[in-house]
């Protein structure tokens, strides 16, 4: 007995790895199956692969009854084999759980908590698109407690494991937050050029191009700042066309021009950008760079004010409302608007407490007007409009 024992032992390894051959020889001949298009051959290949343990043929199973392909249509074995391949550590099919779920593509249901257990079983084994998802889901306090450092930690192992595009980008976001060290603001804008020269974005330009222009965590480059400005600007955004005009306008920009400063100032408001119409307005006033013209200045600052941008604009509406040259001046809506900032500005209320005859008053200089339109390095609005929720 003793003797038969090792024998025994012996036919059961070797049956084993017959079995397991045999799996991997199926599961080759299911893929050449399905690369010549003879589909229903290639799920029964792929089922008998992954009936006898092959992880990869179980995902290929669930993804084939899913679309369905080769088979009929069958969402819950789907997921069965799903959870199959899962359990026995198949990243892929944990990441399309944590997805089903977090999508809503179970029933129409979305259970986020349980996506991100999911996620979380693919990430900390290394997989890239579950961790992107996970740390935008950290960073959004979506189906999990809000934590940034997770959401750091997560997408920066997509962004260096995986190599995706988007999680640099959104990574790159993340550590150039006004709060983070200048160390951390270095490494956000190392992934947001990397992010850049695989994928086209504004957002990613305008981040970039702020941090040159401040130099408060990168080096002051100000022509490196107009170049990724201009960018933005070209491709939407915004905030990015102010300020390539406000460099432009500034005439202590290196290569400053002008007339580019006016063409792109006039595009940001033709976009909304109170700002942009406030400067403009400004200009039209002073008669810096265009033919002086109060009239059309009075009204693109009336319109500024009317809009929302009454800090920016009123003490300069104010003094075109009470001079008695311009045409549709009205020292009495003068005097309404300076009774309504009062209440939130120190010099409206300094001149509501006295007269307007009594103050004496003077347009801002034009370098510092421009500098207050600045955008602030704390003021994030670049965060990224691209779809965080599609890799």
Avoid at 49 to 67: K, R, T
Avoid at 311 to 336: F, I, R
């Amino acid at each position: 007995m003793k003797r038969l024992l090792p024998i025994a032992l012996f036919l059961l390894f070797t049956l084993v790895c017959a079995q397991a051959q045999t799996s991997d020889e199926v599961f080759n001949q299911a893929q050449q199956a399905y690369l010549n298009q003879d589909y229903e051959k290639a799920f029964k290949l792929y089922k008998q692969s992954a009936d006898a343990g092959n992880p990869e043929a179980m995902h290929n199973v669930a993804v084939m009854l899913i679309q369905p392909v080769g088979c009929v249509q069958n969402v819950k074995m789907a997921i069965d084999y799903y959870v199959k391949a899962s359990q026995a550590g198949y990243n892929p099919s944990t990441y399309n759980l944590g997805h089903m779920n977090y999508m809503g593509n179970l029933n129409g249901k979305v259970n986020k908590p349980v996506a991100a257990k999911f996620f979380q079983m693919a990430a900390d084994n290394g997989h890239p698109e579950s961790a992107h998802y996970l740390g935008l889901m950290y960073e959004a306090g979506d189906g999990v407690p809000q934590d940034n450092t997770k959401a750091i930690h997560y997408m920066r192992i997509a962004a260096t494991k995986g190599n995706i595009p988007l999680s640099k980008a959104l990574l790159g976001f993340m550590l150039t937050d006004f709060t983070r060290s200048e160390e951390e603001v270095r490494e956000g804008v190392d992934f947001l050029l990397q992010a850049r020269t695989r994928m086209t974005s504004p957002e990613i330009d305008f981040a970039i191009a702020i941090e040159y222009d401040h130099g408060g965590h990168m080096p002051l480059d100000v022509l490196k700042a107009i170049q990724y400005y201009k960018r933005a600007a070209d491709d939407g955004n915004v905030y990015a066309m102010r300020r390539y005009a406000l460099l432009h306008l500034s005439e202590t920009a290196p290569q400053c021009n002008p007339v580019l400063g006016v063409r792109y100032l006039k595009r940001a408001m033709d976009k909304g950008d109170l700002p942009a119409k406030a400067v403009y307005a400004y200009l039209l006033d002073v008669g810096k760079f265009m033919p002086k013209n109060k009239a059309l200045a009075l009204k693109n600052y009336q319109e500024t004010y009317d809009a929302g941008g009454k800090s920016m604009t009123w003490y300069n509406l104010m003094l075109l409302l009470c001079d008695q040259t311009v045409p549709g001046h009205n020292p009495q809506k003068a005097v309404e608007i300076v009774k309504e900032m009062a209440a939130t500005d120190e010099r409206a209320n300094e001149i509501y407490n006295s007269t307007l005859n009594e103050v004496k008053l003077s347009m801002p200089d034009f370098k510092d007007y421009i500098e207050d339109m600045k955008i602030p390095l704390s003021v994030r609005q670049n965060r990224p409009k691209i779809k965080q929720n599609t890799l």
